[in-house]
């Protein structure tokens, strides 16, 4: 307890990175929690057999796109389907989310908005890279889309043909249109897919949020630094040493720091 300033679990430099690429689910909003209940529905009305487990739905399922989600279940449940039934079987799991998007509207994380808003006031660019066809309507719903200079997601990835994590195809498209080498990007994930994902495109920092007890499985994934909170990440503008206090301890003030950043209220 010898130094009274807290340590952030994680901290991001502006001089080691332009920019950071958020993943949506679980980072920025908590619709993750509304994508897994349809997918229970899915498998307990239209597969019928056990229910979802939560290694199944981590393993399988999040943070990939639809069809990918449902040929990976097919496969652990050994049933043959065609790319005819994986469609239906994935509009039907697109039906019930926006059935429970409709009743419950996405709810924003505050640790992913703070980070936000002092990446933005670094100066850093902000990318939002989901594998959701439903990306834009979820940030329009939340009023948070203009705080992004550039989304990929799922209808970007579908237009350009991009497969969807854990390739980096679309993390990395989201770095080009931001106009920054991956090296000089971070990647904020919450599933174990999208943190392969970011250390396949060779980005420059991969930083897991673990919301759900799965910290290990995004270490092993290849993350950098796992935060059960967004909120004990810093962002820092000054030359820092890693924990974030500025190499001059003669400074003023530590004048650039840009933490604790109060996104507008929603
Ligand atoms: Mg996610």
């Not at 229910?51 to 069809?67: I, M, N, S």
């Not at 509207?105 to 850093?124: D, F, Q, T, Y």
């Amino acid at each position: 307890m010898g130094d009274v300033r807290a340590v952030p679990a994680a901290t991001i430099s502006r001089a080691a990175f332009d920019a950071v690429l958020f993943d949506l689910d679980g980072v920025l909003t908590d619709t993750a929690l509304l994508h897994r209940s349809a997918w229970a529905r899915l498998v307990e009305q239209q597969l019928g057999g056990a229910p979802l487990t939560a290694e199944e739905y981590a393993e399988r399922v999040d943070g990939r796109r639809r069809e990918d989600g449902v040929r990976a279940l097919m496969q652990t449940r050994r049933v043959p389907v065609s790319d005819a039934a994986v469609g239906a079987l994935a509009r039907a799991k697109d039906r019930y989310f926006l059935e429970l998007l409709d009743r419950n509207g996405p709810r924003l994380l505050s640790g992913g908005l703070r980070l936000v808003h002092a990446v933005r006031g670094a100066g850093m660019g902000c990318a939002v890279v989901s594998a959701s066809r439903n990306c834009e309507q979820v940030l329009r719903r939340a009023g948070i889309g203009e705080l992004f200079d550039v989304r990929v997601d799922g209808v970007v990835a579908d237009e350009l043909a991009l497969p969807g994590k854990p390739h980096p195809a679309t993390y990395l498209e989201a770095a080009r249109r931001l106009g920054v080498e991956p090296h000089r990007a971070v990647v904020v994930e919450d599933a174990v897919a999208g943190v392969v994902a970011g250390r396949a495109g060779g980005f420059g920092m991969v930083l897991g949020v673990d919301r759900r007890g799965e910290g290990d499985g995004l270490r092993c994934a290849g993350a950098d630094a796992v935060v059960a909170d967004l909120s004990a990440v810093r962002v820092v503008t000054v030359d820092a040493d890693p924990d974030g206090r500025p190499l001059d301890p003669g400074g003023a003030e530590p004048a650039g720091v840009a933490w604790d950043v109060d996104p507008p209220a929603t």
